[in-house]
Structures are given as structure tokens and as C-alpha cells.
């Protein structure tokens, strides 16, 4: 059986098709597969065309893919997928069973509620940011535990990160956009072609460091579903190796992407934030650009490949051009960036300094970097692991902090050079410290803040007292040292500093608006 036969399409719709209880199926259509949904299982079949970046004419082919997407999927979703499988039609009619020599190939997996999927939930306003980041570090230690792609393996140089982004370009069709975006694309594409050979050296240096991996491939919120409470990644990329052996910076971009997309960038940052903190990867920071715009071009691209498939109505047609338009206008909003932010946060422990940055970096949208962690992380240890804290000794020794602080400015210098703002959540309880960061973020071209959260002595001390499971290790001795010090404002810092009053609660997206 080398082609698709065309009444297994109607034979598959038949309940009696399946041997489990069935009452009715749902056939659901991508511009790659068919999907039955029938019972407690789903069975996806592979349609039998050649897109030039996927080919499934072949029944060999579709065997190949089909066993390859239970594979990979399995490492990320194995309560979902479950075996491949075969569909026959004979003139008793269309049935699934095993995988025979003339079967047609599918992938039995289990049923899951369509309103499960991140995309309903976020249009039901039910996607919660929280289970976003607790996702993020999950994908970070699986990312963690993946095997590095070597030179041999032939993925993830500058020329192999450079041919799907100039690819996208032949796939979307100009005529189809407006003038404006037809403009846009044009210098889109000229800043592809640029940016590939600026950025060639640190391709290759993100591949020999060990940052190419074989993930997922297409993660957005439509391939995530909420099971008992957490998020699945399921529906990753199988048919071209090179679409999923890729720098851990673009997969987390398709994800921020999405979001951006659909009205909520600040619930993509509350996830790639917590990415971040949990791997550690802020020098990919200056590959966020890249990745940004390429993942908008691949929507773009997906959205021009339904357009020209026979068949499609005229809503759906609008509605496709309409997306093609929307991910090209959001693409040139990231190769033309905004003045970026500088935010730094200040104040003694127990001041909400992280409580608030972390919930106020998505609405400006900034990177968020602490210092408790990257001191920990500088020397080998898990942000939460608990050390001392005494004063002037072993992790706060004068020397530690001066290389925290160098470490801080230099994930400062690299984002704000990428174009986005920046939030150092550090206590910078020295007027030189403090001065020095916002002349670097003058010279960076950024407007810098001092966010002064201040609180009194007692609240202070009730909320360093019950800290529990925090990365900060200072306890009530450190904050009465704190406490006892002077503060001194420093000229530039008189410019640049508003205070904070951070023993209530405080509406991040009203603060973000003040910044501004």
C-alpha cells in the first residue's frame, strides 16, 4: 500500500472500525495528519504528501515517522502515547489493528479532553502562570538530560540554523499581505540574511558548548495539554531530525512566542523566565531575537501553507492571511526593538525585592536574573541549596560578590544589547554598586531605574523569619546588619530612583505602567 487509500477517510468515521467500545468518532484535520478520535483513544494518521520540508508519500515512510513520533513524544508525554498500530479496509470495511506488512500506520494514543489543551485554556482564561513556570522547569531538566548534538551529527551549526529561517521566506506568500507587511517581510528578510552571518560565530559556539539538543521541535500552546494538574508537551516534531535538534534557546522561543501572539507575552515571560532561572542559560539571551522572529515566520509559513491547500473556505482563507499578517507585524516588532529598560531592585531581605520582580519582569517584558541564584549557581550549586550566610565569609566573602555582581552585569550587557529590558534583582546595598549598574545601562542605551521596596523593620523580620524553600539564605542577624547600615543615594541614582512601598500588595501591571 503505497498511497493513502481514500475510503479508509469515510471507514475510519465508522464506530465498528475500532475494537474497543466507541460510540461515536470525531475526525480532526491539520495540514499533515488526520486524527480519529474515538473512545478513550485517539489514532493519528500521517496524510500521504510531499510538502518539501516533510515527505509521507511512501508507506514506508509513514511507518518510519509513525514510530519515530511514539518515540520522541514518549519522553515527554508516555501516559499519552501509546503504540503504533495498523488500519486495513477490505470488503467487510475499515479496521484498526496491528501494524501488518500492507497496514496503513498509526499512532494510538491516549484521549485527553480538547479543552485541556493550553490554547482553550487560555481562551477560557483558565491558563495558570504558575503551572507555566513549574513547566519550564520541568522542560529545563529534561533539557538537561538530552544528549548534545556533536559536529558529526551535522545540526545545529550556523548554516543549519540559517536554512529553515531564509526557507520561511520562500513559503509565504508576499501577495497574500498587505503593502505595509509586504515592506515589513522584504527587510525581514533582509535582516535574516544579516543577522545569519553576524551571528555564525556564536551558532557554532552554542554547538561545541553543548546547547543543541534533541527536543521537541514544536512547542506551542496548542501541542500543550493540562493532565492531573501539569502541563505535557505532546505532538513534537518526528519528520526532520534537523527541526528538533536545535538550540534550547529556540525551542523555549516557539512557546514565548505563541503567547505573544495571542495577547498574553507577559504569561510567555513568567514561563521563559523561570526557564531561565532553572537552566541557567542567560548568555543564549542574545539568540532571543533570532528565535523570535524565526518562530513568528514559521507561523507565517504554516498559515501560507493552508492557504493554498485546495478546498479551504473563504473564512478560513481570511482567517489565514489575517495570521500571516499578525506573526510577520510581531516578527519585525523583535528585529526592530524598543529602548530597553534597566530595573534594578533594592532593598534589605524580607523587602519583596524577588516577589516583586518576578511578577512585574513579564509586564514590561524583562529578563529577570537574581542574584541568590546566579551566586549560587557560579559556584556549582542549585539556587535552593543552603549554604551560609554569615557576613563576609564563603559565598558573601567580598570576592564572591564583586564576581556575582560582574556576573550580573555581564547577563545585563547581553540582554540589553539583544534589545530587552533587564530586571537585577539583587539587594545592592552599596551606593557604588548601585551607580555603577545604571551608568551601564546608560552606556547600553537603556533607560535604568532604581526601584527602591522598602517596608517596615517588622514586617521585615516576620517574612525573613518564615522564609522557607528560598533561594536568599539570610536570615534575621543578616537583616539586622542591613538595617544598620546608612543608606546613601549616589547623584545618579537621585535621578533614577523611585521608591517602593512594598508592605502591601502591589499590582505589577500598574507599577509597569508608572515605569513607563
Not at 498587505?178 to 543577522?195: H, I, M, P
Not at 508537551?233 to 512566542?257: C, K
Not at 482563507?317 to 524598543?338: I, S
Request: net charge neutral; proline share 5%.
Amino acid at each position: 500500500m503505497g498511497q493513502f487509500p481514500p475510503e479508509m477517510i469515510d471507514g475510519l468515521c465508522r464506530p465498528g472500525a475500532y475494537p474497543h467500545p466507541v460510540e461515536t468518532v470525531e475526525r480532526v484535520e491539520t495540514h499533515i495528519s488526520w486524527v480519529f478520535l474515538a473512545g478513550e483513544y485517539a489514532y493519528k494518521f500521517k496524510k500521504p504528501l510531499d510538502l518539501g520540508f516533510l515527505d509521507f508519500r511512501d508507506r514506508e515512510r509513514r511507518v518510519h515517522y509513525c514510530r519515530e513520533e511514539l518515540r520522541l513524544n514518549g519522553r515527554l508525554a508516555p501516559d499519552l502515547y501509546l503504540e503504533v498500530v495498523g488500519a486495513r479496509c477490505t470488503s467487510q470495511g475499515c479496521s484498526i489493528g496491528s501494524l501488518e506488512e500492507d497496514a496503513e500506520p498509526a499512532v494510538r494514543m491516549r484521549r485527553f479532553p480538547a479543552e485541556a489543551q493550553l490554547d482553550r485554556l487560555l481562551e477560557a482564561g483558565r491558563l495558570d502562570a504558575t503551572a507555566l513556570e513549574t513547566f519550564a522547569v520541568t522542560l529545563a531538566e529534561f533539557q538537561r538530560s538530552l544528549r548534545p548534538a556533536s559536529r558529526k551529527d551535522g545540526y545545529g551549526d550556523a548554516a543549519a540554523v540559517a536554512r529553515p529561517a531564509l526557507a520561511n521566506f520562500e513559503a509565504i506568500r508576499a501577495d497574500a499581505l498587505d503593502a505595509g507587511n509586504q515592506a515589513s517581510l522584504a527587510k525581514l528578510a533582509e535582516w535574516t540574511r544579516a543577522r545569519a552571518a553576524n551571528l555564525a560565530p556564536r551558532f557554532e559556539a552554542r554547538l561545541d558548548a553543548g546547547l543543541v539538543r534533541e527536543g521537541h521541535g514544536d512547542l506551542h500552546l496548542s501541542n500543550l495539554v493540562m493532565l492531573d494538574g501539569r502541563i505535557a508537551a505532546f505532538d513534537g516534531i518526528e519528520f526532520d531530525p534537523a527541526l528538533r535538534w536545535i538550540d534550547l534557546q529556540s525551542e523555549v522561543a516557539f512557546l514565548l512566542m505563541d503567547l505573544e501572539a495571542r495577547g498574553r507575552r507577559d504569561l510567555g515571560w513568567r514561563f521563559y523566565n523561570a526557564w531561565l532561572a532553572a537552566f541557567g542559560d542567560y548568555d543564549g539571551v542574545a539568540l532571543l531575537p533570532w528565535y523570535l522572529v524565526y518562530r513568528h515566520l514559521v507561523r507565517a509559513k504554516i498559515a501560507a501553507i493552508r492557504l493554498g491547500q485546495s478546498g479551504i473556505s473563504t473564512a478560513d482563507a481570511e482567517q489565514a492571511r489575517e495570521r500571516m499578517a499578525r506573526h510577520v507585524r510581531f516578527a519585525a516588532t523583535h528585529a526592530e526593538p524598543a529602548t530597553p529598560r534597566l530595573i534594578l531592585m533594592h532593598g534589605a531581605s524580607g523587602s519583596g525585592k524577588s516577589y516583586l520582580a518576578r511578577r512585574l519582569a513579564p509586564h514590561l517584558p524583562a529578563v529577570w536574573v537574581r542574584s541568590d541564584a546566579e551566586r549560587k549557581r557560579i559556584h556549582g550549586l542549585e539556587p535552593t541549596a543552603e549554604t551560609s550566610a554569615d557576613l563576609g565569609a564563603g559565598l558573601y566573602a567580598a570576592a564572591a560578590s564583586a564576581r556575582t555582581y560582574a556576573r550580573l552585569a555581564e547577563i545585563a550587557r547581553t540582554a540589553l544589547s539583544a534589545g530587552f529590558s533587564v530586571v537585577i534583582d539583587a539587594a545592592f546595598l552599596e551606593s557604588e554598586r548601585r551607580e555603577a549598574f545604571l551608568e551601564l545601562g546608560l552606556e547600553q542605551g537603556a533607560v535604568p531605574m532604581v526601584l527602591a521596596c522598602q517596608a517596615p523593620p517588622d514586617v521585615l523580620r516576620q517574612r525573613v523569619a518564615t522564609r522557607r524553600g528560598d533561594p536568599s539564605d539570610a536570615g534575621l542577624e543578616v537583616l539586622e546588619a542591613q538595617l544598620s547600615r546608612p543608606i546613601a543615594i549616589g547623584p545618579l541614582e537621585s535621578r533614577y530612583r523611585m521608591n517602593v512601598n512594598t508592605a502591601g500588595e502591589i499590582d505589577p501591571e500598574a507599577l509597569a505602567k508608572r515605569l513607563d
